[in-house]
């Protein structure tokens, strides 16, 4: 008397399954997901960063604006005292220190690490901020369909641990970018895009 019962919820579970197989692809929802994203051109977040390498640690609060033309990165304490102030354009990356130090380079990560010792993919951080890959960037979505995790030929993992549901699109909250050498963490605690 089993058995037939048995057989009956197994073929009733077989074909939810099957029914579930045959709904829309959540690409769809990312495609939409990732044209927002890519509209947005002009940003500013703020929250705080975590630097993580075997030879030191340290946090800061991060300000960083991004316009198509120029970027700008300052990283303060916790009494407003800025730290390091970035400013990137086309042609030029320029860095103020805390002691009033101006320092240029035409490549911004290669000032970034000549000055700290921290190697970044500041080129790829506008996108990255916004949960946008690259284009040879692989990725996976989570159950939401916005980008959980992406990695690239340079060892940079990304891990994107929350999202900020108030904005349109929803934008990440918390960040963790890992490299064989460091970790950096990023809380994103207000987002405004410029063009709203």
């Not at 929802?29 to 993580?52: C, E, M, N, R």
């Amino acid at each position: 008397m089993l058995a037939p019962l048995r057989a009956c919820v197994i073929a009733a579970c077989i074909a939810i399954l099957s029914g579930c197989a045959t709904a829309p692809p959540p690409s769809t929802q990312w495609q939409a997901h990732q044209s927002a994203l890519t509209a947005i051109d002009s940003y500013t977040a703020k929250g705080k960063v975590a630097f993580i390498s075997p030879q030191e640690r340290f946090s800061a609060n991060l300000y960083w604006h991004h316009q198509p033309e120029q970027s700008t990165l300052r990283l303060t304490n916790f009494l407003g005292t800025t730290l390091l102030s970035l400013t990137i354009g086309p042609q030029r990356a320029t860095v103020v220190d805390d002691q009033g130090q101006v320092y240029t380079d035409s490549n911004a990560a290669r000032l970034i690490e000549r000055l700290t010792g921290m190697s970044l993919p500041i080129d790829a951080l506008p996108a990255w901020l916004l949960g946008l890959p690259q284009s040879r960037d692989q990725f996976e979505l989570g159950d939401d369909n916005r980008l959980a995790r992406l990695s690239n030929a340079q060892g940079w993992t990304i891990d994107y641990l929350g999202y900020d549901g108030s904005t349109q699109p929803a934008l990440p909250s918390r960040i963790t970018l890992k490299s064989p050498q460091q970790t950096v963490k990023l809380v994103i605690s207000n987002w405004t895009l410029d063009d709203e």
